[in-house]
């Protein structure tokens, strides 16, 4: 890693499960993340955090260039491509306890966007 790197991704590699060892492995694996007209908010929400904790390549097919830009805007390690192969980040299913009343779409959305980024990071980094 670079000086800036380790700057900028400092709180991870002070985290015990993380490291030096674990942000390196997430700095050189690959996310694809399919974007699809159904949920296209917990799946940008899934690349942000993705972007921002340093995944080398994020793939992600069916983006338009606009989404392609803020991904890169947040994530300036993170080589951003519509086309390629990764390992696959799959959204967490709708919790059992979540309120079943209609427009709570939003923090759903930021809540399955979150846990899908959370444990493709934590799978990445504990190799």
Known sequence: MRDEQVRRYAR??????VGG???TAAMVSSARVLFRESEPTAEMIACLYLA???VGTLVVPNSNEAQ???LAARGPDTKIVDEG????VTLAPKPAWWPTTEGDQVALAYWRGAIAA??????ATSR
Do not use: F, N, Y
């Open 12 to 17: 991870h590699i002070m985290l015990p499960d």
């Open 68 to 70: 392609r830009e803020e």
């Open 52 to 54: 921002a904790g340093g």
């Open 118 to 123: 959370t444990l493709w990071l934590s799978d």
């Open 21 to 23: 060892l674990g942000q």
């Open 85 to 88: 192969e990764g390992k696959e």
